[in-house]
């Protein structure tokens, strides 16, 4: 069988380092051509050995690892159920892993005993008791270091009885696109480990060891047997190959044109368009852009942010789900008994809602659960109807609704009926009961400066914390947002909100989300839910 590889995914498996990270754009295929390659080796040369897949959270394995992976082996001829099988008991006639784990429910079982688990670190204890003879790690930007390094890391010894001969014993795949933060890029140091002239080095050999065996291949075409000395040669090159792949580190960072001929300029065009430029330099172009420390939040900072998601009703889901079951139902940091906070912002072009609930666990948090937004043609309702369609399993009907005088007398984003009525009749539609409340109008920049960098800072009755996965565009637009002097003081900088949109800069990386961030915060710091619910939620929750 032919396959096309391009040319960071035939190098990565040529050269086939002990430790490789590899830094590329989206749509390069990391997952389909370097991953999927790297398990397949690891699995069929070490029989019996352990594997493991690192991912963020189980969620992203569940919907990106675990089906590129799946999809790459059954193009290749692999079939689900005779060389592998997944999340089941190994089928008879399957060989037997050296290190059994006890539970098979995050496991490929391979034909030959070999395994891969799934380690997701929002499942604590995920990697505990395992001996690993290799490791993939996933996204590695959203991966926490710290836990890599104390869990996984040290689980990486492979048995060496067994498999010491492998270069690809203890072997290491990271990949990822560019990481926006510091946290994220604990990966990046890779580069200056690595070892350009052992590199070249090997691509030599790789180069050499190709070229004898072609020299073999005529021979035998001639019906003449092969020198004793050519295959000797070849032996001790592989030998040799082998030795300084088990040390090698081997480091690149690639943008998304290198696989411009499966893409199209189409697609690089459009995502050129669609994404804010930050994220287009980041993860299409794969360019290292330094991180702003100042800013209208000036105190938000990495731990700011949090993952939350029900693996319990992934798991509920299987591996083979359709991807409109995961509504609010996978949401952890949900309470189905309390009412859903929302502040919103309305603009002709762009409409957001930006949803909270105080942390059930914790008195001093106020969580961003989930942010949306509506552009151009799609105006209020369709904004409200995106909301309720993912909350229709949440159990109270209810939305605080904080508004400021913004949303009266205006009509520009919807029809006949101010932006007030339009909020309030929408949800009453789909059977939702909305508790209003006014904050006025709207706070000056430079006391909304003060408050909300106060409360970021630990300093107010709530601290703001913000769901990365449900959030990611209003993330950006936050990090994004500037500041200058006012008269009053610091003011948040509008100057392009009301600018036409450009392919370098979209809506969303504007200040309008951050508009309705800055709305639920002040409504949930300054009037708490719990003061005007009904006593039977508010005694619920």
Not at 63 to 81: C, D, Q, Y
Not at 293 to 314: I, M, P, Q, T
Not at 509 to 533: H, N, V
Request: net charge positive.
């Amino acid at each position: 069988m032919k396959v096309y590889f391009n040319r960071p995914q035939r190098l990565a498996q040529l050269v086939a380092a002990n430790t490789s990270v590899i830094v590329a754009g989206r749509r390069t295929g990391k997952t389909d051509s370097i991953a999927a390659p790297f398990m397949l080796r690891n699995m069929q040369r070490m029989k019996g050995s352990t594997g493991g897949i690192v991912v963020p959270t189980y969620k992203h394995g569940l919907t990106n690892t675990i089906p590129g992976l799946l999809a790459a082996w059954r193009r290749w001829g692999l079939v689900e159920g005779i060389h592998f099988v997944i999340g089941k008991k190994r089928p008879k006639g399957f060989g037997e892993p050296i290190t059994p784990v006890a539970d098979n429910e995050h496991v490929i079982s391979f034909y030959n005993g070999s395994q891969a688990v799934v380690i997701s670190q929002d499942r604590p204890g995920s990697a505990n008791s395992l001996t690993l003879s290799w490791i993939l790690v996933d996204e590695a930007k959203f991966i926490d270091y710290r836990k890599l390094k104390e869990e996984v890391l040290p689980a990486n010894g492979g048995i060496k009885s067994h498999f010491g001969r492998h270069s690809c014993n203890h072997s290491m795949l990271v990949l990822s696109d560019m990481p926006q933060t510091s946290r994220g890029s604990w990966f990046l140091h890779y580069r200056e480990r690595m070892d350009p002239e052992l590199i070249a080095a090997i691509e030599a050999a790789v180069y050499e060891i190709y070229r004898l065996k072609q020299k073999v291949r005529e021979f035998t075409a001639k019906g003449v047997a092969p020198p004793d000395y050519l295959q000797a040669h070849i032996r001790r090159l592989d030998r040799r190959l082998n030795q300084m792949r088990s040390v090698a580190v081997y480091y690149r960072e690639y943008s998304s044109i290198e696989n411009l001929q499966l893409l199209g300029e189409n697609y690089i065009r459009q995502m050129k368009r669609d994404l804010t430029p930050l994220t287009f330099q980041t993860s299409i172009l794969c360019r290292r852009i330094g991180i702003a420390k100042d800013g209208f939040y000036s105190c938000l900072r990495e731990e700011h942010k949090y993952e939350a998601v029900d693996n319990g009703y992934l798991d509920s889901l299987g591996y083979d789900f359709d991807p409109s079951a995961i509504d609010s139902r996978a949401d952890a940091d949900l309470d189905p008994l309390a009412p859903l906070c929302i502040g919103m912002d309305y603009n002709a072009n762009i409409n957001w809602i930006v949803a909270g609930q105080p942390d059930p666990a914790n008195a001093r948090r106020f969580n961003i659960i989930r942010s949306f937004y509506v552009k151009y043609d799609r105006k209020i309702p369709e904004l409200i109807a995106d909301f309720c369609t993912h909350y229709a399993h949440h159990a109270n009907k209810t939305v605080v609704y904080y508004y400021d005088s913004t949303a009266l007398g205006s009509n520009y984003a919807v029809n006949n009926q101010d932006i007030f009525w339009t909020v309030c009749h929408e949800f009453e539609r789909w059977g939702w009961r909305v508790e209003p409340v006014y904050l006025g109008n709207p706070m000056p920049h430079h006391e909304k400066y003060l408050l909300i960098n106060s409360a970021l800072a630990g300093r107010e009755r709530l601290v703001p914390m913000i769901n990365r996965s449900a959030n990611q565009d209003l993330i950006l637009a936050l990090q994004a947002a500037g500041v200058r002097q006012g008269r009053n003081g610091w003011e948040k900088n509008k100057a392009g909100e009301k600018l036409p949109e450009s392919e370098e800069d979209p809506l969303e990386l504007r200040t309008d989300g951050t508009d309705a961030a800055d709305t639920l915060l002040i409504g949930a710091l300054r009037f708490p839910f719990r003061d005007f619910c009904p006593v039977s939620i508010a005694g619920a929750v």
